[in-house]
């Protein structure tokens, strides 16, 4: 009996001290990974191949228009 007394309790105070951890407001937004300590591994390498892509394609640009150049 006391066991069972025991075990309500403690079932309880779990269950309250999760219910005091919500809020009623509304769900807050994660922060942007830009303002995180993640942002090193996250943008930058994103950052760099994107500026990458952009070096291929330009060099590409210039092998395409002397092609038609010499084409001509």
Same mark, same amino acid.
């Given at each position: 009996?006391?066991?069972?007394?025991?075990?309500?309790?403690?079932?309880?105070?779990?269950?309250?001290?999760?219910?005091?951890?919500?809020?009623?407001?509304?769900?807050? !937004?994660?922060?942007?990974? $830009?303002?995180?300590?993640?942002? @090193?591994? %996250?943008?930058?390498?994103? +950052?760099?191949?994107?500026?990458? !892509?952009?070096?291929?394609? $330009?060099?590409?640009?210039?092998? @395409?228009? %002397?092609?038609?150049?010499? +084409?001509?």
């Amino acid at each position: 009996m006391l066991t069972n007394i025991l075990r309500v309790g403690a079932a309880s105070v779990a269950l309250l001290s999760l219910l005091a951890c919500g809020s009623a407001d509304e769900p807050r !937004q994660p922060p942007r990974v $830009e303002e995180t300590v993640f942002k @090193d591994v %996250a943008v930058t390498p994103l +950052e760099k191949a994107k500026d990458v !892509q952009n070096v291929v394609d $330009e060099q590409k640009r210039a092998t @395409d228009q %002397a092609l038609q150049q010499q +084409e001509q």
